[in-house]
């Protein structure tokens, strides 16, 4: 941005401790030498806003002069008003910026303004990054030089909110050239992201990571486990890939895929999980780890979803190699081309067998979502006798195994509770 007005693109930075700095372009527009004039400057006092400062300078009230608004820790929008001239700002003292509602605008953490016309209306809107890695627009129901900002809401990628691994930081762009801005976006992932602004976006599933177990390896190399869970919860069925790959220390390069599965097909309303064990050689150095999980289409570096798990190498056993290899990953076989995953029940059922049985029969459920679940067996007295299940589980087919040993010939009743729903079946104990 020119903050001198001089023909030349000057720079404001944001700082961790709430300030913002100013260089001066002391070369050319084609040939830029940025010189470090100062913090600036609202009231004749260093502008603070806390924590974490971002900066966006935009002529906000349309008076011909460039004015500043600021991200901070809490997640709110400073704004201050230029009242100097165009060759020399003189910035008031903040004001917050306020949703037409009422209140202030809140990102809730970490806020990082984009003031841009992302909906091609002819009038500037506010875009906004946040700590938990998501995106907030505002749309501008107002005019350029009154704005009225409506109530913020999450940007999307189809049917989900654009979601990075945290304190997301955007630019707003035409990346394509084709007339629509679109969003390129950073985080604690050392890699940027871009979206290109679609008509449609095709339905996509998700993928869900999570550590089990430990996650530090000795020095001599060592496994640890995670699970993947990929949920399609759209009414079509899809086809992409899913690959992992691993960032070095301190949020480095990524390395080459450690497990990678080509057109996998998941099934409308359908879940599967598969149970990972990851080796990691001796020679990788010491550190703290990110292992990586892409749903997408690997070819093209699209990713639909991504997630994560950890691991933290204690040491190395010396000899340090950055070639990627030897990272053995079980537990995913090389399924067929085509993997058709199972569609989940749309309702709650249950099932025994054998029955009658002596003295043990195996208790089948079905569950259409995850949640907590209880499979209680009761006398026909109504005396629980038994409790099979109580706890979380996942969505799909479930079995249990009830051995009725000890217990005298009858008939029992084995009932099934998940969330509002429950089912009751008769067994026949016979000895």
């Given at each position: 941005?020119?903050?001198?007005?001089?023909?030349?693109?000057?720079?404001?930075?944001?700082?961790?401790?709430?300030?913002?700095?100013?260089?001066?372009?002391?070369?050319?527009?084609?040939?830029?030498?940025?010189?470090?004039?100062?913090?600036?400057?609202?009231?004749?006092?260093?502008?603070?806003?806390?924590?974490?400062?971002?900066?966006?300078t935009d002529d906000w009230n349309e008076d011909g002069l460039v004015d500043v608004i600021a991200g901070d820790a809490n997640g709110l929008f400073r704004l201050y008003l230029n009242q100097g001239t165009p060759t020399s700002p003189n910035l008031r003292t903040a004001v917050y910026l306020t949703l037409a509602a009422g209140g202030n605008v809140d990102v809730g953490y970490r806020s990082g303004?984009?003031?841009?016309?992302?909906?091609?209306?002819?009038?500037?809107?506010?875009?906004?990054?946040?700590?938990?890695?998501?995106?907030?627009?505002?749309?501008?129901?107002?005019?350029?030089?009154?704005?009225?900002?409506?109530?913020?809401v999450y940007l999307n990628t189809g049917a989900l909110p654009i979601t990075t691994p945290g304190t997301t930081r955007i630019a707003t762009v035409d990346w394509n050239n084709d007339g629509d801005m679109d969003l390129v976006a950073g985080s604690y992932d050392p890699r940027l992201k871009y979206y290109l602004q679609a008509a449609v976006t095709p339905p996509a599933p998700t993928i869900d990571m999570a550590n089990v177990g430990s996650s530090s390896i000795p020095g001599g190399g060592g496994s640890y486990n995670f699970n993947i869970t990929v949920n399609n919860a759209s009414s079509t069925a899809v086809t992409c890939d899913v690959w992992t790959c691993q960032s070095s220390a301190n949020y480095g390069p990524f390395s080459a895929p450690l497990l990678v599965r080509n057109d996998v097909?998941?099934?409308?309303?359908?879940?599967?999980?598969?149970?990972?064990?990851?080796?990691?050689?001796?020679?990788?150095?010491?550190?703290?780890?990110?292992h990586y999980g892409h749903i997408g289409n690997q070819a093209l570096n699209q990713v639909y979803s991504q997630d994560y798990v950890y691991f933290y190498k204690v040491s190395s056993d010396g000899c340090s190699d950055p070639v990627v290899h030897d990272w053995a990953c079980t537990g995913w076989p090389e399924d067929p081309a085509v993997y058709v995953s199972p569609a989940l029940p749309t309702t709650l059922t249950l099932s025994a067998a054998p029955n009658p049985f002596n003295p043990v029969t195996t208790v089948s459920y079905s569950l259409p979502q995850a949640g907590p679940v209880e499979v209680m067996v009761y006398n026909a007295a109504g005396k629980q006798v038994a409790s099979l299940v109580s706890g979380w589980r996942e969505a799909g087919s479930q079995q249990v195994t009830w051995d009725a040993t000890g217990l005298p010939s009858g008939v029992y009743l084995v009932k099934v509770a998940a969330g509002n729903a429950q089912q009751v079946q008769k067994l026949t104990l016979l000895k």
């Amino acid at each position: 941005m020119d903050w001198d007005n001089d023909g030349d693109n000057d720079l404001l930075v944001g700082e961790n401790n709430g300030q913002i700095r100013y260089f001066q372009n002391i070369g050319t527009a084609s040939s830029p030498s940025l010189h470090y004039v100062g913090l600036l400057q609202a009231g004749g006092v260093n502008i603070d806003v806390g924590d974490y400062s971002t900066v966006w300078t935009d002529d906000w009230n349309e008076d011909g002069l460039v004015d500043v608004i600021a991200g901070d820790a809490n997640g709110l929008f400073r704004l201050y008003l230029n009242q100097g001239t165009p060759t020399s700002p003189n910035l008031r003292t903040a004001v917050y910026l306020t949703l037409a509602a009422g209140g202030n605008v809140d990102v809730g953490y970490r806020s990082g303004p984009n003031v841009v016309d992302l909906n091609g209306d002819g009038v500037k809107d506010l875009v906004s990054g946040e700590m938990s890695g998501k995106v907030y627009y505002y749309q501008n129901n107002g005019t350029n030089a009154n704005p009225q900002l409506a109530a913020g809401v999450y940007l999307n990628t189809g049917a989900l909110p654009i979601t990075t691994p945290g304190t997301t930081r955007i630019a707003t762009v035409d990346w394509n050239n084709d007339g629509d801005m679109d969003l390129v976006a950073g985080s604690y992932d050392p890699r940027l992201k871009y979206y290109l602004q679609a008509a449609v976006t095709p339905p996509a599933p998700t993928i869900d990571m999570a550590n089990v177990g430990s996650s530090s390896i000795p020095g001599g190399g060592g496994s640890y486990n995670f699970n993947i869970t990929v949920n399609n919860a759209s009414s079509t069925a899809v086809t992409c890939d899913v690959w992992t790959c691993q960032s070095s220390a301190n949020y480095g390069p990524f390395s080459a895929p450690l497990l990678v599965r080509n057109d996998v097909t998941f099934n409308p309303s359908s879940s599967l999980m598969r149970n990972i064990t990851q080796y990691v050689p001796g020679t990788v150095p010491m550190g703290f780890y990110y292992h990586y999980g892409h749903i997408g289409n690997q070819a093209l570096n699209q990713v639909y979803s991504q997630d994560y798990v950890y691991f933290y190498k204690v040491s190395s056993d010396g000899c340090s190699d950055p070639v990627v290899h030897d990272w053995a990953c079980t537990g995913w076989p090389e399924d067929p081309a085509v993997y058709v995953s199972p569609a989940l029940p749309t309702t709650l059922t249950l099932s025994a067998a054998p029955n009658p049985f002596n003295p043990v029969t195996t208790v089948s459920y079905s569950l259409p979502q995850a949640g907590p679940v209880e499979v209680m067996v009761y006398n026909a007295a109504g005396k629980q006798v038994a409790s099979l299940v109580s706890g979380w589980r996942e969505a799909g087919s479930q079995q249990v195994t009830w051995d009725a040993t000890g217990l005298p010939s009858g008939v029992y009743l084995v009932k099934v509770a998940a969330g509002n729903a429950q089912q009751v079946q008769k067994l026949t104990l016979l000895k």
